[in-house]
């Protein structure tokens, strides 16, 4: 039986503790001490919020990512003009039923105790769009008008401040803490023309985007929605781009990131046409002052990111890309993250800010073959689609090395079910990157999520100790439903036995899933991580056994 849990959401959040452990821990003095687990499925979020929260609980994710669409809520969104006298800043002003399906996200995810991450992506209603759209074209991020953008932020943020009451109603609806702002402005398909008009070899997307940011930052703070309180993120950038980004193609993420902090290649603030014609500050006294004039590029709770590999391991430093070509010097991959965090600490310095941003992860995962064919035969580049097994290996291994950076404070999996039933028509199963297939079959991938388990190193003498990381991603939740500390097993079997034993315990006592241990083991063979679900919860499995997946060893 589901039953309330209005006071959970505070204890969801990532405990900067370290882990109290049978085991004695691994030596990892700059590793994060924790990440927020997130996972997102727009299409079977908005189809079926309650069982789709529900698995996302039974993996243990704490925060569910929600792309939340402007035009789907906005009155009129396909007319040239909105209604008249429409206070966009008001969310009684919009139709009550436009809400509904959000309304029933966040107290599906409140009872469930689950963070909402709203990532207000975008999608302009017509009458928000800018001129000069081609014709025929029905791009819906063309020169959005930043001040609706922000009207509507503060409608929504108003909304889901905690205390408002919706018309008909008698209790607030609760209150949404995480935020992020628009959807890969770095893409042409999310916020065009990528290029200046006239002149497209000059970004212009970042002039774009500051202008919306600017206008979604003053809102949240205007509704009570600060980084004392909530986080606040901005960037949602796509990891890679184009040399030459024109009008719907991408930009490669750092560049779009200087021109967005208005300075050169070399990090030298624009002046004079570069500086007007990027939007920009064209003089020192400007310069001086845009700190100020732009609080969120350097008060925000952090930078998001979509580091997906594509079908490379995730500690993979491609140099050129080779489906372009082009230098991935200014890419934001997983495996070359350092150019992120660097060109950020970079562009505050520039104008005297010590900020050291974290980096959460909202967009990653593998795309897996089955159901896609691998190599793609629609693709000019050789593209090798990972058996769900590799995938499942890389899952892990991905998250092992974001947990060792200590800038990176989250970690996405996107999506939860392959989005189609594969047929030639959609291309095999289009982003098949889910924990399931479409038909709900689950993955090897599920099992990686869920009990994360990686060995650095695989290989030993004898008598010598082996790294073994790994999460219990659920344990949070039982922790919280039963009160007491959760336990997971970590066990091995001897070559060929298939007979495990359990050869240490881990002990969860708080919010953060993660352990980090050594163990000797005494011969060749296999480990996995065993957990059991809290009995008398039906919602956590019900006393339920589940295994991760497996991991050889070999000892000399």
Not at 498 to 515: A, E, R
């Amino acid at each position: 039986m589901r039953r309330p849990r209005s006071n959970l959401t505070p204890l969801l959040r990532v405990a900067a503790v370290a882990l109290a452990l049978v085991a004695l821990p691994a030596a990892r003095a700059a590793a994060s001490t924790g990440q927020t687990s997130i996972i997102q499925d727009d299409a079977r979020l908005d189809t079926n919020p309650a069982a789709t929260l529900a698995r996302a609980r039974l993996l243990g994710a704490n925060v569910i990512r929600v792309s939340v669409h402007w035009n789907w809520i906005a009155p009129l969104p396909n007319a040239r003009k909105p209604p008249r006298h429409f206070n966009a800043a008001d969310p009684g002003a919009y139709p009550a039923a436009r809400w509904g399906l959000w309304d029933t996200i966040v107290l599906e995810a409140h009872q469930d105790g689950i963070r909402v991450d709203f990532d207000l992506m975008g999608g302009a209603p017509r009458w928000a769009l800018g001129p000069g759209r081609p014709a025929g074209n029905t791009n819906q991020n063309w020169e959005p008008s930043a001040s609706a953008y922000g009207a509507f932020v503060h409608a929504i943020a108003t909304r889901y401040s905690g205390s408002y009451v919706p018309a008909g109603q008698s209790t607030p609806l609760p209150r949404v803490d995480f935020w992020t702002v628009w959807n890969e402005p770095d893409y042409g398909p999310s916020l065009a023309p990528q290029g200046v008009p006239g002149n497209l070899t000059v970004e212009n997307s970042p002039r774009m985007y500051r202008n919306l940011l600017g206008a979604a930052w003053r809102s949240l703070q205007g509704t009570g929605h600060s980084t004392s309180s909530d986080t606040i993120a901005f960037g949602e950038l796509a990891p890679r781009g184009e040399s030459y980004w024109g009008v719907f193609s991408g930009m490669k993420p750092l560049t779009f990131l200087r021109a967005l902090y208005c300075v050169d290649s070399r990090y030298r603030p624009l002046r004079g046409l570069a500086a007007r014609i990027r939007g920009c500050p064209d003089t020192s006294a400007g310069s001086r002052r845009f700190r100020s004039e732009n609080p969120a590029l350097f008060g925000a709770s952090g930078v998001s990111d979509h580091p997906y590999m594509r079908w490379y391991a995730p500690n993979h430093e491609l140099n050129p890309d080779p489906t372009n070509g082009s230098s991935t010097t200014d890419y934001s991959s997983l495996g070359v993250i350092g150019n992120l965090t660097s060109a950020l600490d970079r562009l505050q310095r520039v104008y005297g800010s010590r900020t050291r941003f974290p980096i959460y992860n909202t967009e990653f995962g593998y795309i897996t073959s089955p159901p896609k064919h691998s190599p793609d035969p629609t693709s000019s580049v050789r593209v090798l689609y990972l058996s769900p097994a590799t995938a499942a290996d890389y899952m892990n291994w991905a998250e092992y090395l974001s947990w060792r950076n200590p800038r990176i404070h989250s970690f996405e999996q996107y999506l939860l079910y392959d989005p189609y039933r594969p047929t030639r028509a959609n291309d095999w199963g289009g982003f098949a990157s889910g924990l399931l297939s479409f038909n709900g079959v689950q993955k090897a991938t599920y099992y990686a999520y869920r009990l994360p388990l990686y060995l650095p190193a695989t290989t030993t003498r004898h008598g010598r100790a082996l790294e073994v990381w790994g999460c219990v991603r659920p344990a949070g939740y039982g922790l919280l439903d039963t009160g007491s500390p959760q336990t997971a097993q970590i066990q091995f079997a001897p070559k060929r036995t298939g007979n495990y034993t359990t050869v240490q315990t881990v002990t969860i006592d708080s919010n953060n899933c993660y352990f980090d241990v050594h163990i000797t083991f005494p011969a060749s063979g296999t480990v996995r991580l065993a957990y059991t679900y809290p009995a008398g919860d039906a919602l956590l499995g019900n006393g339920v056994g589940v295994v991760s997946r497996t991991v050889p060893v070999t000892v000399h």
